[in-house]
C-alpha cells in the first residue's frame, strides 16, 4: 500500500524522464499513465513563445512559453518537458512558472532537468496551460529541441484511462549573415556629389 501511494503522488506532483526525447518513453507507460495511443486521444498540445521569432535563439537572451494541453471534457491536465542539444545534454536554463516545477532524471549519462506539473498545478476545465522561460546558451550550441509529453487524465484516481500527447520543437541559432552582410556594405558605399541637385551617384 505504502509503494502504491508513494507512486501516486509522484506521478500527481510530475515526473521527469517522459518526455519521448531521445532515451526517454512518454508517460503512456506501465506506472504512469495508460489509455489511448500517443496522440490519439481526441486533444491536443501546442508550444508558443511571445518573444522569440521563427523558433530561432539569440545566445544568452530569455524567452516565454507557454505550452497547452486541450481536450474536452477533462479537468486534470499534466505536462512534462525538457529542452536538449544533439548530444542529449541539457541546451540552456529552464525556469518553471505558476503550477510547475523543476525535476530532473539521469539519461544516458546526463542529468536532464525537466519542468513537470506540480500536484493540481494543471486543474482546469478542458485546457491547461503552463508558462515559463528559457534562458539561451551563453554561446551558439547549434540547434536545441523542445521536447516535451502532455496529459489529459480522466480523474479516476488510477493511471488507467489517460490521454497522452507529445510534440517536439527545434529551435535554431539566429543568423547573422544579413547584418554582416550589411555592415561591409555601409563601409564599401559612397554617394556624390553632396550636396545633389536632380541626381546622385552611388
Known amino acids: 500500500t505504502v509503494i502504491l501511494l508513494t507512486s501516486g503522488v509522484e506521478n500527481e506532483n510530475g515526473?521527469?524522464?517522459?518526455?519521448?526525447?531521445?532515451?526517454?518513453?512518454?508517460?503512456?507507460?506501465?506506472?504512469?499513465?495508460?489509455?489511448?495511443?500517443?496522440?490519439?486521444?481526441?486533444?491536443?498540445?501546442?508550444?508558443?513563445?511571445?518573444?522569440?521569432?521563427?523558433?530561432?535563439?539569440?545566445?544568452?537572451?530569455?524567452?516565454?512559453?507557454?505550452?497547452?494541453?486541450?481536450?474536452?471534457?477533462?479537468?486534470?491536465?499534466?505536462?512534462?518537458?525538457?529542452?536538449?542539444?544533439?548530444?542529449?545534454?541539457?541546451?540552456?536554463?529552464?525556469?518553471?512558472?505558476?503550477?510547475?516545477?523543476?525535476?530532473?532524471?539521469?539519461?544516458?549519462?546526463?542529468?536532464?532537468?525537466?519542468?513537470?506539473?506540480?500536484?493540481?498545478?494543471?486543474?482546469s476545465s478542458g485546457a491547461h496551460t503552463w508558462t515559463f522561460t528559457w534562458t539561451a546558451p551563453e554561446t551558439d550550441i547549434g540547434n536545441v529541441t523542445i521536447y516535451a509529453a502532455g496529459n489529459a487524465t480522466n480523474s479516476n484516481g488510477s493511471q488507467s484511462g489517460d490521454h497522452i500527447y507529445t510534440l517536439s520543437q527545434v529551435i535554431t541559432p539566429a543568423s547573422q549573415t544579413a547584418i554582416s552582410e550589411l555592415d561591409k556594405l555601409n563601409k564599401n558605399m559612397s554617394l556624390y556629389p553632396n550636396p545633389a541637385v536632380d541626381f546622385v551617384n552611388m
Open 15 to 123: 515526473k521527469a524522464g517522459a518526455t519521448a526525447s531521445p532515451g526517454e518513453s512518454s508517460c503512456n507507460q506501465s506506472g504512469c499513465h495508460t489509455g489511448t495511443a500517443v496522440n490519439a486521444g481526441g486533444g491536443t498540445m501546442e508550444l508558443t513563445s511571445s518573444n522569440m521569432t521563427n523558433w530561432q535563439y539569440v545566445p544568452g537572451q530569455t524567452y516565454t512559453f507557454s505550452i497547452n494541453v486541450t481536450e474536452a471534457g477533462r479537468s486534470l491536465f499534466g505536462v512534462g518537458l525538457e529542452c536538449l542539444q544533439s548530444n542529449g545534454d541539457n541546451a540552456g536554463t529552464l525556469t518553471p512558472g505558476t503550477g510547475s516545477q523543476i525535476k530532473t532524471k539521469t539519461v544516458s549519462g546526463f542529468v536532464r532537468r525537466n519542468i513537470v506539473h506540480t500536484q493540481d498545478g494543471g486543474a
